[in-house]
Nanobody
Framework: QVQLVESGGGLVQAGGSLRLSCAASRSIFSANAVGWYRQAPGKQRELVASITRGSSPNYADSVKGRFTISRDNAKNTVYLQMNSLKPEDTAVYYC???????????????WGQGTQVTVSS
């Protein structure tokens, strides 16, 4: 089992910035993919940004140019830097990590508990 713990959410005014962090209990370097998703009230969970092994970061059109996903393999932590925040970015943000099975560990898809981001107008 892999634990993902998000932090960094909060209340911010429109135009402001926040940085979310996701600390993993297993090596991020060995993950096939890591990403951030969000779910607003009454809406489905949607992909915000992701990094897949061997590929460039992928972003939802709505956040391109404003959000940046990154990871620190030494700290087993994934970040989401969010700039120029808008009220429509308000949601619970979830960290996700996907692992392929290996000789030493089983694979699986894991979620964090989520962190609330609220952007006021």
């Amino acid at each position: 089992q892999v634990q993902l713990v998000e932090s960094g959410g909060g209340l911010v005014q429109a135009g402001g910035s926040l940085r979310l962090s996701c600390a993993a209990s297993r090596s991020i370097f060995s993950a096939n993919a890591v990403g951030w998703y969000r779910q607003a009230p009454g809406k489905q969970r949607e992909l915000v940004a992701s990094i897949t092994r061997g590929s460039s970061p992928n972003y939802a059109d709505s956040v391109k140019g404003r959000f940046t996903i990154s990871r620190d393999n030494a700290k087993n932590t994934v970040y989401l830097q969010m700039n120029s925040l808008k009220p429509e970015d308000t949601a619970v943000y979830y960290c996700n990590a996907d692992y392929m099975p290996s000789i030493v560990a089983k694979g699986g898809n894991y979620w964090g508990q989520g962190t609330q981001v609220t952007v006021s107008s």
